[in-house]
């Protein structure tokens, strides 16, 4: 918009709006109207495309350096399936056409689409149904700790808490309160998985679920979860799975197989996307047939000719849980991203995944803590606890990275563990990649070591430095928090 009102200048190139098409008559009230010109960029061609790509240089971003951020699982995302997601005839779809055009032949691909990655997600996961409404990992969760409360209400049971052990993500615990739940924290045995005997002793009646992830936030599997399936479906409860890691068991294990009733996975995780600074997500919810009932309107239904329409006289539902019909974007790179890997393809997802984890854990472990130190699936987590002891924590190790050209691991989570570097090298990065970012902490150890005053200078060649965080918390306007 700006551009139009910049005027021509020697050697610059503004663009002037043709007289006959500026707005003679002006109906808004005079005090609305601004006394004088707005001071508007009047900019040549090269200045803003240089403004634009120094600002996307200042960017952390898998296209350009590893990003071995634990949890978030951010991998190297095709570029085939950005190119499916932006054809013309996906994208002028509007999304209020398919109520307009009952059946019309505008969104039958859509939907068909739609309702194809749904069955596909069934098949990877395990469960009988799935909702591809949710925006995200955790309004996956809270559209699925919704259909825990809308099943036991119709069931005629009142149910109070749920249970979710201290390796969980935030979220977890966010999504339980935000939709009504008392939560009930589980503590970690020292194996890194939740305490069983605890476990068992806070399971009972008023158990409305119980929440994890497997493998956890400390990339362990928990060779119980049957156990502790059958223990919970005896009580009662339901069992959610947390699919956040789901690109540990990839074409492995299907969380229906392990007891579980509802899943929510990541898409923008597990099945191509970039995120990160917000977005775009897809957090879709998956259950068993016992819940189907409950999921969010509308539902993509079949007909018997072979057309796709949408249903929304669904009487025990939870109702809307996003506007339209889910991210669409970000639901067609994955359904695209599944069909060009294929079963095969997908279950080298995790082995790689889990190989290449395992690969960083045994060449760091000799140089950094490891708190759980057993075979980990397609990430760990480190204790930057020994360096530590020479004033250097997990902090100052993440800024050193960033002027190594690696983005910092996730730092100080999972919670259990003191000044944790939550590690996850993701399947589709090489060998020499994996070889140099050892290299880069082993170095960075030995620096703790024989050097540690110099941690707070880091970084230092980062496009912004570091910030002072004392003033940066005494500076925090209470309007912030
Ligand atoms: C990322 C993550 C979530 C939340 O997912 P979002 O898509 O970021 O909302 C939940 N649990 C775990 C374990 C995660 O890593």
Same mark, same amino acid.
């Given at each position: 918009?700006?551009?139009?009102?910049?005027?021509?200048?020697?050697?610059?190139?503004?663009?002037?709006?043709?007289?006959?098409?500026?707005?003679?008559?002006? %109906?808004?009230?005079?005090?609305?109207?601004?006394?004088?010109?707005?001071?508007?960029?009047?900019?040549?061609?090269?200045?803003?495309?240089?403004?634009?790509?120094?600002?996307?240089?200042?960017?952390?971003?898998?296209?350009?350096?590893?990003?071995?951020?634990?949890?978030?699982?951010?991998?190297?995302?095709?570029?085939?399936?950005?190119?499916?997601?932006?054809?013309?005839?996906?994208?002028?779809?509007?999304?209020?056409?398919?109520?307009?055009?009952?059946?019309?032949?505008?969104?039958?691909?859509?939907?068909?689409?739609?309702?194809? #990655?749904?069955?596909?997600?069934?098949?990877?996961?395990?469960?009988?149904?799935?909702?591809?409404?949710?925006?995200?990992?955790?309004?996956?969760?809270?559209?699925?700790?919704?259909?825990?409360?809308?099943?036991?209400?119709?069931?005629?049971?009142?149910?109070?808490?749920?249970?979710?052990?201290?390796?969980?993500?935030?979220?977890?615990?966010?999504?339980?309160?935000?939709?009504?739940?008392?939560?009930?924290?589980?503590?970690?045995?020292?194996?890194?998985?939740?305490?069983?005997?605890?476990?068992?002793?806070?399971?009972?009646?008023?158990?409305?679920?119980?929440?994890?992830?497997?493998?956890?936030?400390?990339?362990?599997?928990?060779?119980?979860?049957?156990?502790?399936?059958?223990?919970?479906?005896?009580?009662?409860?339901?069992?959610?799975?947390?699919?956040?890691?789901?690109?540990?068991?990839?074409?492995?294990?299907?969380?229906?197989?392990?007891?579980?009733?509802?899943?929510?996975?990541?898409?923008?995780?597990? /099945?191509?996307?970039?995120?990160?600074?917000?977005?775009?997500?897809?957090?879709?919810?998956?259950?068993? %047939?016992?819940?189907?009932?409950?999921?969010?309107?509308?539902?993509?239904? %079949?007909?018997?000719?072979?057309?796709?329409?949408?249903?929304?006289?669904?009487?025990?539902?939870?109702?809307?849980?996003?506007?339209?019909?889910?991210?669409?974007?970000?639901?067609?790179?994955?359904?695209?991203?599944?069909?060009?890997?294929?079963?095969?393809?997908?279950?080298?997802?995790? !082995?790689?995944?889990?190989?290449?984890?395992?690969?960083?854990?045994?060449?760091?472990?000799?140089?950094?803590?490891?708190?759980?130190?057993?075979?980990?699936?397609?990430?760990?987590? #480190?204790?930057?606890?020994?360096?530590?002891?020479?004033?250097?924590?997990?902090?100052?190790?993440?800024?050193?990275?960033?002027?190594?050209?690696?983005?910092?691991?996730?730092?100080?989570?999972?919670?259990?563990?003191? !000044?944790?570097?939550?590690?996850?090298?993701?399947?589709?990065?090489?060998?020499?990649?994996?070889?140099? /970012?050892?290299?880069?902490?082993?170095?960075?150890?030995?620096?703790?070591?024989?050097?540690?005053?110099?941690?707070?200078?880091?970084?230092?060649?980062?496009?912004?430095?570091?910030?002072?965080?004392?003033?940066?918390?005494?500076?925090?306007?209470?309007?912030?928090?």
């Amino acid at each position: 918009m700006g551009l139009i009102f910049a005027k021509s200048r020697p050697g610059r190139t503004g663009v002037t709006l043709p007289l006959k098409d500026v707005p003679v008559e002006c %109906k808004l009230d005079k005090r609305y109207l601004r006394g004088k010109d707005a001071e508007l960029p009047s900019v040549s061609e090269p200045e803003v495309v240089r403004h634009f790509t120094n600002l996307s240089k200042m960017n952390f971003s898998v296209d350009s350096n590893f990003y071995p951020l634990g949890s978030c699982t951010m991998k190297y995302n095709p570029k085939i399936t950005e190119k499916i997601a932006a054809m013309e005839e996906f994208v002028s779809l509007h999304p209020l056409a398919p109520q307009l055009i009952r059946g019309g032949m505008l969104t039958q691909g859509a939907l068909e689409i739609t309702s194809n #990655l749904e069955k596909v997600l069934c098949k990877i996961t395990g469960m009988d149904e799935f909702t591809t409404h949710p925006m995200a990992g955790a309004h996956g969760e809270l559209t699925g700790v919704m259909i825990i409360a809308a099943y036991h209400r119709n069931n005629g049971n009142r149910k109070k808490h749920i249970l979710i052990p201290d390796s969980g993500h935030g979220t977890n615990p966010a999504s339980a309160a935000i939709a009504g739940y008392d939560v009930i924290t589980i503590k970690s045995d020292k194996n890194g998985v939740m305490d069983l005997g605890e476990f068992k002793e806070k399971l009972n009646e008023d158990t409305a679920a119980v929440m994890l992830t497997c493998p956890n936030t400390l990339g362990i599997f928990n060779p119980d979860i049957k156990k502790i399936s059958d223990l919970a479906h005896k009580a009662g409860a339901l069992m959610y799975y947390d699919g956040a890691n789901l690109n540990a068991i990839l074409g492995k294990a299907r969380p229906g197989d392990l007891g579980f009733d509802i899943v929510h996975l990541n898409l923008h995780k597990t /099945f191509a996307t970039p995120h990160g600074g917000g977005g775009p997500g897809s957090g879709p919810v998956g259950v068993k %047939k016992d819940l189907e009932p409950f999921l969010p309107i509308s539902r993509i239904v %079949k007909r018997s000719d072979g057309t796709f329409t949408l249903d929304y006289d669904k009487s025990l539902s939870i109702g809307y849980m996003s506007p339209f019909y889910g991210n669409f974007a970000v639901m067609l790179k994955a359904y695209a991203y599944i069909l060009l890997l294929g079963r095969e393809g997908l279950i080298e997802v995790s !082995e790689n995944a889990v190989l290449n984890a395992n690969y960083l854990k045994v060449k760091l472990e000799g140089h950094y803590d490891i708190p759980y130190s057993e075979v980990c699936f397609h990430e760990f987590v #480190l204790s930057a606890s020994k360096q530590l002891k020479k004033g250097v924590k997990a902090i100052d190790i993440a800024k050193a990275l960033i002027d190594e050209g690696i983005h910092p691991p996730t730092v100080y989570f999972p919670l259990i563990v003191r !000044e944790a570097m939550m590690i996850e090298p993701t399947e589709t990065e090489s060998k020499e990649t994996l070889d140099k /970012f050892i290299d880069v902490m082993i170095e960075l150890a030995l620096k703790a070591e024989e050097d540690p005053g110099v941690f707070k200078s880091f970084p230092r060649n980062a496009p912004v430095c570091r910030p002072d965080e004392v003033k940066a918390v005494k500076d925090m306007d209470i309007a912030d928090v």
